[in-house]
């Protein structure tokens, strides 16, 4: 069983940076894409990143041009980089990993981002 853990939340002021990370272990064997989703209250979850094993990115148009996704794959571990954060980047933030296909199939616990003044 995969097991997925977050770090890396907080409180930022608008315009700041935040950096969470994601480490897999477990069943990592099976594992070819990982990213973060998101959940703001009373709203769905919603995909905010993904990459897969060979570096190919997929972004939110809501992030674009303003988080980054990495990959350390000999550590099993994704990065996303946020930066210009907004009042409405603000949410609970899921790591998540899955195998081609069927992603996403894991989950993490969660960790809190909130943007405000």
């Known amino acids: 069983q995969v097991q997925l853990v977050e770090s890396g939340g907080g409180l930022v002021q608008p315009g700041g940076s935040l950096r969470l990370s994601c480490t897999a272990s477990?069943?990592?064997?099976?594992?070819?894409?990982m990213g973060w989703y998101r959940q703001a209250p009373g709203k769905q979850r919603d995909l905010v990143a993904s990459i897969s094993t060979g570096g190919t990115t997929n972004y939110a148009d809501s992030v674009k041009g303003r988080f980054t996704i990495s990959r350390d794959n000999a550590k099993n571990t994704a990065y996303l980089q946020m930066n210009s954060l907004k009042p409405e980047d603000t949410a609970v933030y899921y790591c998540?990993?899955?195998?081609?296909?069927?992603?996403?199939?894991?989950w993490g616990q969660g960790t809190q981002v909130t943007v405000s003044s």
């Open positions: 998540s990993a899955g195998s081609y296909g069927r992603f996403p199939t894991y």
């Open positions: 477990g069943g990592i064997f099976g594992i070819h894409v």
